[in-house]
């Protein structure tokens, strides 16, 4: 069976509006036919082939995508240095990021940010040029929206790094703890019988 095989990379940049910069992406794709078999594991397998040989280059994602009739999988790979937060968990097409006060019951729009050209956004650092008074952020992009509140921008880093080993405990030999005992108290060794 004959499927669709696409490489697609994203690669940060920088956007900013003069009062917000944003960390996004941009997409570069390539895409080939294939052969797979008829069922679900060839297609992981293609995808899992071609991510290890065509790895990601450093501080961007490589996503890998193979679709056949009825089925689709999709695995990334890859890193960006300086992330603080997702943003969306799917990558996708950032249409507006909205600064929203919400005073009574009526939210109002402090700040709307639009990209400049079109950019994907998945994880991101968002840093401030002027002084916001927000409550809440909305992310939108073509597929979904999301609602993110500000202590969310700063989340705290996971530790990956190597265990260190546990000491051993020095035990000593039990002559020695039971002749330093016989020693203290003046008893003789007992002799079996």
């Excluded at 290890?52 to 450093?58: C, F, G, H, L």
């Excluded at 799917?90 to 050209?117: A, C, M, Q, T, W």
């Excluded at 790094?161 to 330093?180: C, D, F, H, L, Q």
Aim: aromatic share 6%; hydrophobic share 35%; proline share 5%.
């Amino acid at each position: 069976m004959k499927a669709i095989l696409k490489l697609i990379d994203f690669k940060p940049r920088v956007s900013s509006d003069g009062v917000i910069s944003v960390l996004l992406y941009e997409l570069s794709e390539s895409w080939r036919e294939a052969e797979v078999d008829n069922n679900i594991d060839s297609l992981i397998a293609l995808a899992g082939n071609t991510l290890s040989t065509n790895p990601p280059e450093a501080n961007s994602y490589r996503f890998v995508e193979v679709e056949a009739p009825g089925s689709k999988v999709v695995i990334g790979e890859g890193g960006v240095e300086g992330v603080e937060t997702v943003l969306i968990p799917v990558p996708g097409y950032l249409r507006s990021i909205k600064f929203i006060k919400v005073s009574g019951e009526n939210p109002v729009v402090v700040h709307e940010f639009k990209p400049d050209s079109t950019s994907i956004v998945y994880d991101s650092t968002l840093s401030f040029n002027k002084q916001l008074d927000y409550d809440l952020i909305l992310v939108e992009t073509s597929e979904l929206s999301r609602i993110i509140f500000p202590h969310e921008l700063l989340l705290e880093r996971v530790r990956v790094g190597e265990k260190k080993a546990r000491k051993k405990r020095r035990k000593r030999s039990k002559k020695v703890k039971t002749r330093a005992r016989r020693r203290k108290t003046g008893r003789k060794k007992r002799s079996r019988r």
